[in-house]
């Protein structure tokens, strides 16, 4: 199981952190987790291509996870994609991606795209899923694990299992059990973490809102509440039992010695800062 960070940043633009997306790549099958701004592009980067794709999951439909979504699809069908895209995510999923293509209709009907590719590989196949759902590739296995991203319901997260091997991806999310329970006995737990900064400094939760949130208490509340801290993070990896961990998901006011050590005084696993393009191998 190869695993790669394709984007860590989060909604605002980050010239260093693409949009959240991860690739695995599962024997002979291309797997991408969430579609974050400049995902293809960051494919490419790693010699790969939207073309190749078999499986793209979506966690939640939160923008900065989906919104490369059409490029992707668009991009392979330029390409002259030989097969239907399958897209694996939460109820709402089939809705979007309706709404995507009738968004993009005009510029399809341009290219001539269902004369380039074919309407069956034009018919993308949408499966939506719940927690507790799973789907089962050709040696491999997701199960879907419903997270606490708040106000954002439903959000997911995914368990990779392959032979004996074990990846969690949590998604968007607070501290919940849900992600405890999936990453005991994982080989790696990718996990979000939204707090870039110590809270006594300006601009701590959400860069480049803070000083704006400071004045709409409710919303920064709120934002504050879907999310995991440093010090959350730390507690909940080492009660998992997770042996290697990795943060994603980061502000673009990220203090990264900071956030290390509030991780590390709590969680005695193998730790490290995801940045774009980070390749791992599980």
Known sequence: ???????????????????????????????????????????VEVGKHPVELDYIFITHMHSDHTID???????????NRPKPYIIIGPPQTREFVDRLIHAFEFDIKLRRLHDRVGDDVMNVNVIEIEDGG???GTDWQVTAIE???????????????????????????????????????????VHELTQGRPANEANYMVDPQGNQLQTQPEIRNRIADSHTAPD????????????????????????????TGVITSTYKGDFKVGHDLLQLTI
């Open 232 to 259: 959350q993070l730390g507690i909940l990896a080492q009660e998992s039992g997770v042996p290697r961990l990795v943060v994603s998901h980061l502000p673009s006011n990220f203090d990264e010695a900071w956030a």
């Open 147 to 189: 997270v606490d991203h708040g106000y954002v319901k439903p959000a997911l997260g995914f368990v990779f299992e392959q032979d004996s091997t074990k990846l969690v991806i949590s998604g968007d999310t607070a501290p919940c059990d849900a992600v405890i329970k999936a990453a005991t006995g994982a080989d790696l737990l």
């Open 1 to 43: 199981m190869e695993l790669t960070l394709l984007g860590t940043g989060t909604p605002h633009p980050n010239p260093l952190r693409a949009g959240p997306s991860q690739h695995i790549q599962l024997g002979d099958s291309s797997v991408l987790v969430d579609a974050g701004s400049g995902v293809a592009r960051r494919m």
């Open 134 to 136: 799973t789907f089962t």
């Open 69 to 79: 979504l059409a490029h992707l699809l668009i991009s392979g069908w330029i390409a």
